[in-house]
């Protein structure tokens, strides 16, 4: 009990990164469907999916953390792990993705949505200009949602899905 | 706010709940179907008639659509007019277009009892409030057979079962006309290339106030006739508005393209709405020299088909 007061921040920030990640995931999950997994296959892959999802965001909140320490930001790791979780409340509607027609429009925006979170969370903690926000936070954006776009079924996931 | 306000406010919450849950559910069928999840239900056993040299038709009916077997009236009457007008027409009217597998809303399905629920209440009262979630349900169909997506997984679906049914009318590589109205005719134009590649047959589309998109598939179609009524303005208009791809500035859309390179004719065909007593199929209005709107739908596609 003790060690969850201690521990309850990055434990919401990582359980805000799953949910995000699931949800997302669910929203993307017609590719699994037409690359014809089978169910448990289906599972495994929104599983190891949401662990990926959220190594991938822990990714993005330590290029933040080496970013902002390069330009001389005053941002610890543990506060960009917050940023960047936060950042990712919008994304926890990433299941609208698998609505028909709207769903394609939804996928963009929330990725959008994401990354101009994170910018003005940046720049309202540390001070920074805008630009030097986005500088800091584009990179890891870019890496993180390559990663996690299923479409392109690259690397990992194309060894989750089992086929493609 | 009153009991009654706060109640009808409820009840309008709900519904755009309940709709936003057969959106979200919309795209399941198809997928499950496309991922062996789910087998589709078994063919009927017709047997195949006799060769035919006739024209073929294929009428898609719109998002009110029930089943293959359920048409309104006045489609069947406007059909009945068609196929007087084309001697030897064959036309499949038995395609239930809003589903990939062409499994009725009440065939094997979970919500089996609340569609054929909502129906039976439809058929005693025409235009309830309940029609609208059969309406919903059909046009996440239309979503989904227009999305990037989903659609090649849906279309190619509603092609077998259209190249199955031409098949069991005798069809020998004619040309193949769809009729489309409402949403059918964004199905017409997404199974286009699989129903062209499993015929191998020109393709020709018609549509009556047809709402489609910019669906690649208009590139296997070898011309879209598009009519529609002067009072038909919602409908159509919703599909260009929903559509960016149909947008004038989106030049090398695939919609864009084929408008350029002349495949799609459009035409006004008179005072006539997009629903009601005054649709393309209305037996009851007529036009100022005496016909009547369905006889003019029905002459105005034969006139096509028996050029």
Same mark, same amino acid.
């Given at each position: 009990m003790s060690l969850l007061l201690i521990f309850w921040e990055p434990l919401v920030a990582l359980g805000i990164l799953a949910a995000a990640g699931l949800s997302d995931l669910l929203g993307q999950s017609a590719v699994l469907l037409l690359n014809q997994v089978s169910p448990r296959r289906f599972l495994l892959c929104l599983s190891g999916g949401a662990l990926l999802f959220v190594a991938s965001a822990l990714t993005w909140a330590l290029g933040l953390f080496l970013l902002a320490w390069l330009f001389g930001l005053q941002l610890g790791l543990a506060r960009c792990l917050y940023l960047v979780a936060y950042a990712h409340?919008?994304?926890?509607?990433?299941?609208?993705?698998?609505?028909?027609?709207?769903g394609a429009y939804l996928f963009h925006l929330i990725r959008a949505w994401v990354f101009f979170d994170l910018v003005v969370a940046v720049g309202w903690t540390t001070g920074c200009s805008l630009p030097m926000a986005i500088v800091c936070a584009l990179p890891g954006w870019a890496l993180h949602f390559n990663l996690t776009?299923?479409?392109?079924?690259r690397g990992p996931w194309r060894r989750l899905m089992g086929q493609a | 706010m009153s009991w009654i306000g706060e109640r009808l406010w409820l009840l309008w919450c709900f519904f755009w709940l309940l709709s936003l849950l057969v959106a979200l559910s919309s795209p399941f069928e198809a997928l499950r179907w496309w991922a062996g999840w789910k087998k589709p239900p078994p063919e009927p056993l017709i047997a195949p008639e006799a060769p035919s040299q006739g024209p073929f038709a294929v009428y898609l009916t719109g998002v009110a659509g029930f089943s293959g077997d359920f048409l309104s009236r006045r489609e069947r009457g406007f059909l009945q007019r068609l196929q007087e007008r084309v001697p030897g027409l064959q036309v499949v009217?038995?395609?239930?277009?809003? +589903?990939a597998t062409n499994?009725?809303?009440?065939?094997?399905?979970?919500?089996r009892a609340l569609w054929v629920w909502l129906q039976k209440w439809r058929l005693k009262i025409?235009?309830?409030?309940?029609?609208l979630l059969i309406i919903m349900h059909n046009i996440g169909q239309t979503l989904v057979s227009s999305d990037r997506r989903y659609g090649p997984a849906y279309n190619s679906g509603v092609a077998r079962a259209v190249a199955q049914r031409l098949r069991q009318k005798g069809f020998q590589k004619q040309a193949v006309y769809l009729v489309a109205y409402s949403g059918g005719a964004q199905i017409a134009v997404g199974l286009a290339p699989h129903l062209k590649k499993i015929l191998e047959c020109p393709l020709y589309v018609i549509s009556l106030g047809g709402v489609y998109t910019?669906?690649?598939?208009?590139?296997?179609?070898?011309h879209l006739y598009d009519f529609k009524g002067t009072?038909?303005?919602l409908m159509p208009s919703l599909g260009w508005l929903l559509?960016?791809?149909?947008?004038?500035?989106?030049?090398? +859309?695939p919609w864009n393209q084929a408008r350029r390179s002349g495949k799609m004719s459009w035409q006004a065909c008179g005072p006539?709405?997009?629903?009601? +007593?005054?649709?393309?199929? +209305?037996?009851?209005q007529h036009l100022p020299?005496?016909?009547?709107y369905a006889e003019q739908s029905a002459a105005l596609i034969a006139a096509l088909i028996q050029r």
């Open positions: 409340l919008p994304q926890l509607a990433g299941v609208l993705v698998f609505l028909p027609h709207f776009h299923l479409g392109w079924a | 009217d038995d395609v239930f277009p809003y +589903s499994n009725p809303l009440d065939g094997d399905r979970l919500l025409p235009n309830n409030v309940f029609d910019d669906d690649p598939g208009i590139r296997a179609v070898d009072r038909d303005h559509y960016p791809g149909r947008w004038r500035a989106a030049f090398f +859309s006539i709405t997009h629903i009601g +007593s005054g649709d393309y199929f +209305s037996a009851k020299d005496g016909t009547l």
